[in-house]
């Protein structure tokens, strides 16, 4: 491959990366809903709201690829009844 062809693919690589922190705070904002209801208000509120910040977002998924969950859902009753 040229070295014009190198620069040509390497630029339009560095475009797409500038697109993507846009397209995870789409993700993350859709995701709100659902995490609320999970862990409700506090603690879903809590997770989203650090998904939604940019750098550390990123680095709360990162760790919990490695370690779990940081904010775990709370302990239900298992006698409880289902959430709809």
Request: hydrophobic content about 40%.
């Amino acid at each position: 491959m040229s070295v014009t062809k190198k620069i040509l693919r390497r630029g339009a690589q560095r475009g797409l990366v500038r697109v993507i922190p846009g397209l995870g705070f789409v993700l993350a904002a859709t995701r709100v809903r659902s995490k609320i209801r999970d862990k409700g208000w506090g603690r879903g509120g809590l997770d989203a709201g650090l998904d939604l910040v940019p750098v550390v977002g990123r680095s709360k998924n990162l760790i919990e690829i490695f370690t779990g969950d940081l904010i775990p859902e709370p302990r239900r009753d298992p006698k409880a009844l289902p959430r709809s």
